[in-house]
């Protein structure tokens, strides 16, 4: 029996992926996912030629929703920014 070669929303979701974010003037494009950093800097100069060259970009790492619940988020959010000034 021959293997699926595209990969399943939850085998991708295993995996980091990464997108890749545009900022052009007032408007922000997010395209993507990718499964790595590469393929999204592959796929950056076809992206940027649809822009000005001014825009700015940046490849974000996704985290698997399943990974880490939104109160451990928060809960992580507030104990690295718990500094006490003197």
């Not at 295993?14 to 990718?34: A, E, F, Q, S, W």
């Not at 700015?56 to 920014?81: T, V």
């Amino acid at each position: 029996m021959a293997k699926n070669l595209v990969p399943s929303i939850e085998e991708m979701w295993r995996v980091c992926m990464y997108l890749l974010t545009v900022k052009d003037g007032l408007v922000t494009r997010h395209i993507g996912p990718y499964a790595s950093p590469k393929l999204a800097s592959d796929d950056l100069a076809r992206v940027l030629d649809s822009c000005s060259k001014r825009a700015r970009w940046q490849i974000h790492a996704l985290e698997s929703p399943k990974a880490i619940s939104f109160s451990d988020r928060l809960n992580a959010r507030g104990q690295a920014f718990s500094a006490a000034a003197s």
